[in-house]
């Protein structure tokens, strides 16, 4: 072989080698992408389940404590309403800081582009 056709093989053998790599990265980027969005997901999806939890266990509350207001005595329902008033308003805030975690998460994952496609 002639020292040009040697080199010329050489080069395609490179090149070949470096668009094959090239492909594997592409496709090992769109497996992590894939991965970070499963687990993005799941993580603005565990914070919406926490949400609905809260949510159910503060209306069973709400409910025993309404069942005991309509038996209570004067004094007994102050205290109950009371109870209810504080419940209400540690519920609103926490689903406040629930719902902007869930804000900042999605924001994040729109920023660094791993939002599942749907």
Same mark, same amino acid.
């Given at each position: 072989?002639?020292?040009?056709?040697?080199?010329?093989?050489?080069?395609?053998?490179?090149?070949?080698?470096?668009?094959?790599?090239?492909?594997?990265?592409?496709?090992?980027?769109?497996?992590?992408?894939?991965?970070?969005?499963?687990?993005?997901?799941?993580?603005?999806?565990?914070?919406?389940?926490?949400?609905?939890? %809260? !949510?159910?266990?503060?209306?069973?509350?709400?409910?025993? *404590?309404? $069942? /005991?207001?309509?038996?209570?005595?004067?004094? &007994? #329902?102050?205290?109950?309403?009371?109870?209810?008033?504080? %419940? !209400?308003?540690?519920?609103?805030?926490?689903?406040?800081? *629930?719902? $902007? /975690?869930?804000?900042?998460?999605?924001?994040? &994952? #729109?920023?660094?582009?791993?939002?599942?496609?749907?």
């Amino acid at each position: 072989m002639s020292p040009r056709n040697i080199r010329r093989s050489l080069l395609s053998a490179a090149l070949i080698g470096l668009v094959a790599n090239v492909g594997w990265a592409a496709d090992t980027a769109k497996a992590s992408a894939a991965e970070a969005a499963r687990a993005n997901s799941a993580g603005a999806q565990r914070l919406a389940e926490q949400a609905t939890a %809260q !949510r159910e266990r503060m209306l069973a509350e709400h409910a025993a *404590l309404t $069942k /005991l207001l309509k038996t209570a005595t004067e004094e &007994q #329902r102050k205290a109950i309403l009371a109870r209810l008033e504080e %419940q !209400r308003k540690s519920f609103e805030e926490s689903q406040r800081t *629930l719902a $902007k /975690l869930i804000r900042d998460e999605q924001r994040r &994952q #729109r920023q660094e582009g791993t939002t599942p496609r749907r």
